[in-house]
C-alpha cells in the first residue's frame, strides 16, 4: 500500500483541490495513482486531459477498469494522451490506475516546469 496512493472525486465539495492533488501526486512518478472519477461529471476523458495540462507526459501508461466484478466487466490499457483524445463512453463505474512512472531522472519540480 505505501506505493499506492488513493484518490475518490465522489464526496468532494468541488474537485479543485483533489486535482492539484493528483497532478502533484502524479508528477512525482513514485507511486501508483488509483483514482475514482467522479460520475458523468469528471470521467477518464477529462481526468487524463487534467493531467497532460498538468505536466504528465502523454505516452505514460494509463488504465481505466471499468464494472468490475459485474457482467461486462472490462479494462482498456492505454496512454494518457490516447484516454484524453477519446470519445468513447464510460461507465460510471470506472477506476482509473496510473502506474508509477519509470523516469525518476527528472524532479518533480523539473517536471512541472515543463507547464
Do not use: C
Not at 483524445?85 to 512512472?101: A, G, K, T, Y
Amino acid at each position: 500500500m505505501d506505493e499506492t496512493l488513493f484518490f475518490t472525486l465522489h464526496a468532494r465539495e468541488g474537485i479543485m483541490e483533489a486535482q492539484k492533488e493528483i497532478v502533484a501526486a502524479a508528477l512525482t512518478g513514485k507511486r501508483n495513482l488509483i483514482i475514482l472519477p467522479l460520475p458523468w461529471s469528471f470521467m477518464p476523458p477529462q481526468i487524463a486531459a487534467m493531467l497532460l495540462q498538468g505536466g504528465i507526459e502523454g505516452e505514460r501508461p494509463i488504465i481505466v477498469y471499468q464494472k468490475l466484478t459485474l457482467l461486462g466487466e472490462s479494462q482498456r490499457r492505454t496512454t494518457v494522451q490516447q484516454l484524453a483524445e477519446s470519445q468513447d463512453e464510460f461507465s460510471d463505474l470506472s477506476i482509473i490506475v496510473l502506474p508509477h512512472s519509470l523516469d525518476t531522472s527528472r524532479t518533480a519540480d523539473e517536471k512541472a516546469s515543463n507547464l
